[in-house]
């Protein structure tokens, strides 16, 4: 490599991190904030509703995040080629991806509101809640509004991988803080002004998340106007972006069944009531999580970039650097096993019940996730995922029925829902940091 060459290389590299950082500063604030108000609308929701409708509500978006996960893998398909375009210098690959991706999320919205529309007055929605706390009747509103505006805000909400792909992290955040803002202030309101009501809650769920994701897009396409969308069938001639997309979606079903069903099952297991606390304890747990994801989110499209570049030294080293967090993240998680009792009950209050086996559960679950999400952020930034793919069809496969073996068989508690999803995801935590260090080796060794 000739000495421009390698001047050039490191100071894209310097420029890369730098960005990185700036957007991960404001980031941080802006995560907090949401966090924050997450957190005050939990005990908020808590007391209006009460513990079963709360359980039930819960629930209800366990579900809608099925829903969520049915965009095909769109959304990360159309951050990988962006960003991709975006390194190799090819600004009319970046228009058409962007315009395939809208036009092809457009067909799925409509589908799945069709869809939606027509097979939920056949649902027994109280037997699949395992409450009769609500009538049928009122479910099914309340599940086809959710449901509804879920699958509008597929579309409006590709505002979000064009930003992760741009590395402007720090906006996509912002529109989380606005989204959780907004629900926050709304459900002040609604719950000094009226009865309890789901209706209510999916009405203020609904605005919350399209509104900021409309702002953004107006924002945006303002400033890049080459890159508007346009909705024509044949953009859906992309067909390796359709595919890279469908590897995505793939990945995104199997963690339908690892991190989403576990309030279902533990409503079925044990009934609705014990998915309040369940709930309570993984948001509190959830803090790291969504920390940590202000650090591992923004560098999927950090990786594509060196990645497109040969940056190879640049990927190593943020690599390790993920691995000084974890330990970070090991000490703050065995200390917030030790505080827990406190903080819940300062949190929520003392009519909360829960076990220290739920909490060490869930403790091993956050942990499992961090580790394994390190190497999956790297292996999906440049696109090599099969080794990923077969390790997480396996844990979708053996998830529940491992669940309720530990339930039925082995007599654990409420634990067994967390402790299960954690065992289901030990493959590719051991095949996940084999695969990444064999391709960085082998990247190495070619040049």
Not at 196 to 207: E, F, G, K
Not at 269 to 298: H, R
Not at 337 to 343: E, G, K, L, Q, R
Request: charge should be positive.
């Amino acid at each position: 490599m000739s000495l421009d060459k390698k001047s050039l290389s490191a100071d894209l590299s310097q420029s890369r991190t730098t960005s990185y950082l700036r957007h991960l500063r404001f980031s941080l604030v802006f995560k907090c904030l949401a966090v924050l108000a997450t957190f005050i609308a939990v005990p908020l929701t808590l007391h209006w509703l009460g513990p079963e409708k709360y359980g039930i509500w819960s629930t209800i978006l366990s579900v809608v995040s099925w829903i969520v996960f049915f965009d095909l893998g769109v959304g990360n398909g159309l951050k990988n080629r962006l960003a991709e375009a975006i390194a190799t210098q090819q600004p009319k690959k970046a228009a058409h991806s962007i315009a395939c991706a809208y036009s092809l999320m457009a067909l799925i919205s409509l589908g799945i509101v069709v869809s939606s529309l027509l097979v939920s007055p056949w649902v027994p929605w109280q037997e699949v809640f395992n409450s009769h706390v609500i009538n049928t009747t009122e479910l099914a509103w309340v599940m086809n509004l959710t449901i509804v505006m879920v699958a509008c805000n597929f579309f409006i909400s590709l505002i979000n991988p064009i930003l992760y792909a741009l590395q402007k992290s720090a906006l996509a955040i912002l529109g989380q803080l606005i989204n959780n803002g907004l629900a926050l202030a709304a459900l002040y309101w609604v719950s000094h002004s009226f009865s309890p009501s789901l209706v209510l809650i999916a009405v203020i769920y609904a605005l919350a998340l399209t509104l900021p994701n409309i702002g953004l897009s107006l924002w945006l396409y303002h400033q890049q106007p080459d890159w508007r969308p346009t909705l024509r069938w044949q953009h859906l001639r992309n067909n390796d972006q359709l595919t890279l997309g469908l590897q995505f979606f793939i990945l995104q079903l199997a963690v339908i069944f690892i991190f989403a069903t576990d309030k279902i099952m533990m409503s079925q297991f044990f009934g609705p009531e014990y998915v309040a606390s369940y709930d309570v304890l993984f948001k509190y747990f959830s803090i790291v999580t969504l920390l940590y994801s202000l650090i591992s989110t923004p560098l999927t499209s950090s990786y594509t970039d060196a990645f497109h570049r040969e940056d190879f030294a640049w990927i190593r080293r943020t690599l390790y650097q993920q691995f000084q967090w974890f330990l970070t993240i090991l000490a703050a998680v065995a200390l917030m096993v030790f505080v827990a009792p406190w903080i819940i009950r300062f949190w929520v209050g003392h009519e909360m019940q829960y076990s220290m086996a739920l909490i060490m559960s869930l403790s091993l679950f956050i942990l499992m996730t961090i580790w394994v999400n390190i190497f999956a952020t790297l292996v999906n930034g440049i696109g090599h995922l099969k080794p990923q793919l077969y390790c997480l069809i396996f844990a979708m496969l053996i998830n529940i029925p491992l669940a309720w073996a530990l339930v039925h068989e082995f007599h654990l508690g409420v634990e067994a829902i967390p402790f299960s999803s954690t065992l289901s995801l030990l493959p590719f935590a051991v095949i996940g940091p084999i695969q990444v260090f064999s391709l960085l080796k082998e990247k190495f060794q070619h040049r």
